[in-house]
């Protein structure tokens, strides 16, 4: 009887792992609710590690997937960001565009940032966060210290996938080394409101499938 038993637990094991294998080696894409959206921080911070210098900006990146599914392979091109700005005025400084227009991050002359998919969080098939880079993010600073123009060639970013709750995208604290100005490196930092669906308040959800 105790031999019976035995089997019988061991192919019950045996047939629960095979189960959550298949469900792992299925989830090879990412399912996004809606492929034009827009994410905000409020505020998006830009320091540097000494403390002399803490810029805060609110900050609003819009842009597009390229499609509802997108293969969860390393370096795929998830979609672009299309449109980056920062409210003015900021705290303790001002955001703005390369050439100097006032109120944007962000200088158009790099734009669209590409967005690759770098990795996930969490363990398969229950993620907590897709990785991804932002490909050379181009934005200028200017504040009592310093002014100066950043071009990382790339910043790592979290989507952070929260099931049927928002999405929100943290910013990994990176360390940027400025390529004008006399600014020292300085980093992103900040976690945004819920990703929306472009020009709505409909959240946007990303689910492994």
């Not at 910043?155 to 979290?158: D, Q």
């Given at each position: 009887m105790r031999t019976i038993v035995k089997l019988v637990l061991a192919a019950m094991t045996a047939a629960a792992l095979l189960a959550s294998l298949a469900g792992s080696a299925s989830a090879r894409n990412f399912s996004v609710t809606n492929r034009n959206f827009r994410v905000t921080w409020t505020p998006l911070i830009t320091a540097e590690p000494f403390g002399f210098f803490t810029v805060r900006c609110n900050m609003t990146m819009e842009g597009s997937f390229h499609e509802n599914t997108i293969p969860k392979v390393l370096e795929t091109l998830m979609g672009y960001i299309t449109?980056?700005?920062?409210?003015?005025?900021?705290?303790?400084g001002e955001g703005w565009v390369w050439n100097g227009t006032e109120g944007a991050l962000?200088?158009?002359s790099s734009l669209p940032w590409h967005i690759r998919y770098a990795g996930f969080t969490g363990t398969l098939p229950s993620i907590s966060g897709?990785?991804?880079n932002l490909i050379r993010p181009k934005f200028s600073i200017n504040n009592a210290v310093c002014l100066g123009t950043y071009l990382p060639s790339t910043?790592?970013?979290?989507i952070n996938v929260l099931g049927d709750r928002s999405t929100t995208i943290t910013l990994e604290e990176e360390s940027m080394s400025a390529i004008e100005g006399n600014c020292p490196s300085g980093r992103f930092q900040g976690v945004s409101n819920r990703v929306t669906l472009l020009g709505t308040t409909t959240a946007i959800s990303l689910s492994l499938i």
């Open positions: 449109r980056a700005i920062a409210s003015h005025p900021c705290t303790n962000t200088g158009a897709i990785r991804i910043h790592r970013a979290t």
